[in-house]
Protein backbone atom coordinates (compact mmCIF):
# COMPACT_ATOMS: atom_id res chain seq x y z
CA UNK A 1 0.00 0.00 0.00
CA UNK A 2 1.18 3.75 -0.57
CA UNK A 3 -0.59 5.23 2.02
CA UNK A 4 -1.39 8.61 2.02
CA UNK A 5 0.19 10.26 -1.15
CA UNK A 6 0.35 13.83 -2.50
CA UNK A 7 1.02 15.80 -5.66
CA UNK A 8 2.91 17.86 -6.28
CA UNK A 9 5.72 17.89 -3.96
CA UNK A 10 6.92 21.16 -4.57
CA UNK A 11 5.53 24.37 -6.43
CA UNK A 12 6.19 27.89 -6.93
CA UNK A 13 3.18 30.39 -7.55
CA UNK A 14 2.94 33.97 -8.28
CA UNK A 15 0.41 36.21 -6.85
CA UNK A 16 -3.00 35.59 -8.12
CA UNK A 17 -2.05 32.11 -9.61
CA UNK A 18 -4.51 29.28 -8.60
CA UNK A 19 -3.91 25.34 -8.32
CA UNK A 20 -4.96 22.78 -7.04
CA UNK A 21 -3.22 19.77 -4.41
CA UNK A 22 -4.13 16.49 -4.66
CA UNK A 23 -4.04 14.03 -1.71
CA UNK A 24 -5.01 10.20 -2.71
CA UNK A 25 -5.29 7.05 0.05
CA UNK A 26 -5.07 3.73 -0.99
CA UNK A 27 -6.78 2.28 2.86
CA UNK A 28 -10.31 2.98 2.80
CA UNK A 29 -10.45 5.32 5.13
CA UNK A 30 -13.33 7.77 5.64
CA UNK A 31 -12.07 10.67 7.12
CA UNK A 32 -9.58 13.20 5.39
CA UNK A 33 -8.04 16.57 5.92
CA UNK A 34 -5.84 19.17 4.97
CA UNK A 35 -3.60 20.81 7.17
CA UNK A 36 -1.28 23.80 6.85
CA UNK A 37 2.57 24.00 8.53
CA UNK A 38 4.16 27.26 9.29
CA UNK A 39 7.00 27.73 11.81
CA UNK A 40 6.66 27.93 15.06
CA UNK A 41 2.61 27.36 14.59
CA UNK A 42 1.94 23.61 14.58
CA UNK A 43 -0.60 21.86 11.91
CA UNK A 44 -3.20 24.11 11.60
CA UNK A 45 -6.65 22.76 10.15
CA UNK A 46 -7.75 23.93 6.92
CA UNK A 47 -10.37 21.60 5.84
CA UNK A 48 -11.71 18.49 6.47
CA UNK A 49 -14.29 15.73 5.22
CA UNK A 50 -15.71 12.65 7.20
CA UNK A 51 -17.20 10.86 4.02
CA UNK A 52 -17.70 10.97 0.31
CA UNK A 53 -19.13 14.11 -0.93
CA UNK A 54 -18.77 15.94 2.50
CA UNK A 55 -16.45 18.99 3.14
CA UNK A 56 -16.18 21.03 6.25
CA UNK A 57 -13.79 24.06 7.22
CA UNK A 58 -11.22 23.68 9.93
CA UNK A 59 -9.56 26.52 11.49
CA UNK A 60 -7.92 28.08 9.14
CA UNK A 61 -10.21 28.33 5.42
CA UNK A 62 -10.02 31.37 4.30
CA UNK A 63 -8.71 31.08 0.83
CA UNK A 64 -8.98 27.70 0.22
CA UNK A 65 -11.59 25.65 -1.40
CA UNK A 66 -11.89 21.36 -1.37
CA UNK A 67 -13.56 18.86 -2.69
CA UNK A 68 -14.09 14.71 -2.28
CA UNK A 69 -15.85 13.64 -4.89
CA UNK A 70 -14.31 10.50 -4.98
CA UNK A 71 -13.47 8.83 -1.33
CA UNK A 72 -9.61 8.25 -2.33
CA UNK A 73 -9.18 11.96 -3.27
CA UNK A 74 -9.27 14.94 -1.17
CA UNK A 75 -8.25 18.13 -3.29
CA UNK A 76 -7.35 21.59 -2.04
CA UNK A 77 -7.72 24.63 -4.48
CA UNK A 78 -6.05 27.77 -4.43
CA UNK A 79 -8.24 30.13 -6.21
CA UNK A 80 -5.94 33.21 -5.65
CA UNK A 81 -2.85 32.42 -4.25
CA UNK A 82 -0.98 34.67 -2.30
CA UNK A 83 1.87 35.30 -0.22
CA UNK A 84 0.55 34.56 3.16
CA UNK A 85 -0.21 30.84 1.31
CA UNK A 86 3.35 29.91 1.43
CA UNK A 87 3.32 26.97 3.90
CA UNK A 88 4.27 23.10 4.00
CA UNK A 89 0.49 21.75 3.57
CA UNK A 90 -0.07 18.10 4.50
CA UNK A 91 -3.05 16.22 3.81
CA UNK A 92 -3.63 13.37 6.50
CA UNK A 93 -6.60 10.53 6.45
CA UNK A 94 -7.70 8.43 9.29
CA UNK A 95 -10.21 5.20 9.16
CA UNK A 96 -12.99 7.13 11.08
CA UNK A 97 -16.63 5.95 12.17
CA UNK A 98 -17.72 4.00 15.66
CA UNK A 99 -16.74 6.67 18.47
CA UNK A 100 -13.02 5.70 18.89
CA UNK A 101 -10.66 8.13 17.96
CA UNK A 102 -7.74 6.67 15.26
CA UNK A 103 -4.51 7.69 14.30
CA UNK A 104 -4.50 10.16 11.52
CA UNK A 105 -1.53 9.07 8.97
CA UNK A 106 -0.35 11.64 7.37
CA UNK A 107 1.02 12.36 3.27
CA UNK A 108 4.74 13.49 2.77
CA UNK A 109 3.36 17.30 2.17
CA UNK A 110 3.64 19.70 -0.88
CA UNK A 111 5.73 22.59 -0.01
CA UNK A 112 4.20 25.76 -1.42
CA UNK A 113 6.21 29.02 -2.28
CA UNK A 114 3.80 32.35 -3.64
CA UNK A 115 6.07 35.03 -4.99
CA UNK B 1 -12.93 25.55 20.21
CA UNK B 2 -10.04 23.36 21.68
CA UNK B 3 -6.40 24.89 22.54
CA UNK B 4 -3.67 23.11 23.31
CA UNK B 5 -0.66 24.80 24.64
CA UNK B 6 3.35 22.90 24.59
CA UNK B 7 6.38 23.84 26.48
CA UNK B 8 8.62 24.18 25.62
CA UNK B 9 9.56 25.25 22.13
CA UNK B 10 12.91 23.87 22.50
CA UNK B 11 14.58 21.65 24.08
CA UNK B 12 18.31 20.08 24.34
CA UNK B 13 19.63 17.02 26.04
CA UNK B 14 22.58 14.87 26.48
CA UNK B 15 22.35 11.86 24.78
CA UNK B 16 21.18 9.21 27.75
CA UNK B 17 19.49 11.73 29.54
CA UNK B 18 15.73 12.15 29.59
CA UNK B 19 13.22 14.68 27.81
CA UNK B 20 9.86 15.65 29.33
CA UNK B 21 7.62 17.86 27.01
CA UNK B 22 4.67 18.77 28.44
CA UNK B 23 0.74 20.00 27.17
CA UNK B 24 -2.27 21.81 28.31
CA UNK B 25 -5.65 21.60 26.88
CA UNK B 26 -8.56 23.75 27.73
CA UNK B 27 -11.45 21.55 26.70
CA UNK B 28 -12.59 18.71 29.38
CA UNK B 29 -14.32 16.66 26.39
CA UNK B 30 -11.45 15.83 24.65
CA UNK B 31 -10.71 12.37 25.45
CA UNK B 32 -7.89 11.16 22.62
CA UNK B 33 -4.48 12.36 22.88
CA UNK B 34 -1.94 11.25 20.44
CA UNK B 35 1.66 12.45 20.68
CA UNK B 36 3.24 12.81 16.91
CA UNK B 37 7.37 13.09 16.13
CA UNK B 38 7.93 14.83 13.17
CA UNK B 39 12.02 14.48 11.68
CA UNK B 40 13.14 17.14 9.38
CA UNK B 41 11.93 17.27 5.91
CA UNK B 42 9.39 14.50 6.71
CA UNK B 43 5.89 13.95 7.72
CA UNK B 44 4.45 13.74 10.80
CA UNK B 45 4.07 10.21 12.19
CA UNK B 46 2.02 8.65 15.62
CA UNK B 47 4.90 7.94 18.14
CA UNK B 48 2.41 6.75 21.31
CA UNK B 49 -1.36 7.98 22.01
CA UNK B 50 -3.47 7.94 25.08
CA UNK B 51 -7.04 8.28 25.72
CA UNK B 52 -9.46 9.61 28.89
CA UNK B 53 -9.82 6.32 30.70
CA UNK B 54 -6.23 5.67 30.92
CA UNK B 55 -3.15 7.35 33.00
CA UNK B 56 -0.30 6.46 32.00
CA UNK B 57 1.46 4.54 28.95
CA UNK B 58 4.32 3.11 28.23
CA UNK B 59 5.87 2.00 24.62
CA UNK B 60 9.76 1.17 25.51
CA UNK B 61 11.78 4.48 25.96
CA UNK B 62 8.39 6.71 25.57
CA UNK B 63 5.65 7.10 27.82
CA UNK B 64 2.73 9.48 27.78
CA UNK B 65 0.82 10.71 31.00
CA UNK B 66 -2.61 11.84 31.68
CA UNK B 67 -4.08 13.95 34.45
CA UNK B 68 -7.57 15.20 33.48
CA UNK B 69 -8.27 16.88 36.30
CA UNK B 70 -5.58 19.57 35.54
CA UNK B 71 -6.02 19.06 31.69
CA UNK B 72 -2.72 18.12 30.84
CA UNK B 73 -0.51 15.66 29.27
CA UNK B 74 3.09 14.82 28.94
CA UNK B 75 5.54 12.95 26.64
CA UNK B 76 8.89 11.44 28.64
CA UNK B 77 11.33 10.11 26.64
CA UNK B 78 14.10 8.19 28.73
CA UNK B 79 17.81 7.48 27.96
CA UNK B 80 17.64 9.57 24.43
CA UNK B 81 19.32 9.13 21.32
CA UNK B 82 20.72 10.87 18.76
CA UNK B 83 18.19 9.94 16.12
CA UNK B 84 15.04 11.09 18.92
CA UNK B 85 16.54 14.39 17.92
CA UNK B 86 13.35 15.68 15.91
CA UNK B 87 10.31 18.31 16.35
CA UNK B 88 7.36 16.45 18.95
CA UNK B 89 3.91 17.30 18.29
CA UNK B 90 1.22 16.73 20.97
CA UNK B 91 -2.53 16.92 20.08
CA UNK B 92 -5.92 16.89 21.62
CA UNK B 93 -9.42 15.23 20.11
CA UNK B 94 -11.36 18.71 19.59
CA UNK B 95 -14.71 18.90 21.95
CA UNK B 96 -14.77 15.35 22.31
CA UNK B 97 -15.00 14.67 18.23
CA UNK B 98 -13.63 11.46 17.04
CA UNK B 99 -12.50 12.87 13.84
CA UNK B 100 -10.70 16.35 14.64
CA UNK B 101 -7.44 16.68 16.35
CA UNK B 102 -6.28 20.35 17.79
CA UNK B 103 -1.95 19.96 17.48
CA UNK B 104 0.34 21.94 20.12
CA UNK B 105 2.86 24.48 18.58
CA UNK B 106 5.46 21.81 18.41
CA UNK B 107 8.67 21.22 20.46
CA UNK B 108 12.01 20.80 18.99
CA UNK B 109 13.98 18.15 20.43
CA UNK B 110 17.47 17.86 20.03
CA UNK B 111 19.46 15.50 21.15
CA UNK B 112 23.51 16.02 21.37
CA UNK B 113 26.24 12.99 21.32
Known amino acids: NAGVTQTPKFRVLKTGQSMTLLCAQD?????MYWYRQDPGMGLRLIHY???????AKGEVPDGYNVSRLKKQNFLLGLESAAPSQTSVYFC??????????????FGPGTRLTVL | GENVEQHPSTLSVQEGDSAVIKCTYSDSASNYFPWYKQELGKRPQLIIDIRSNVGEKKDQRIAVTLNKTAKHFSLHITETQPEDSAVYFCAASSGGSNYKLTFGKGTLLTVNP
Open chain 1, 49 to 55: SVGEGTT
Open chain 1, 27 to 31: MNHEY
Open chain 1, 92 to 105: ASTRGGGRVYNEQF
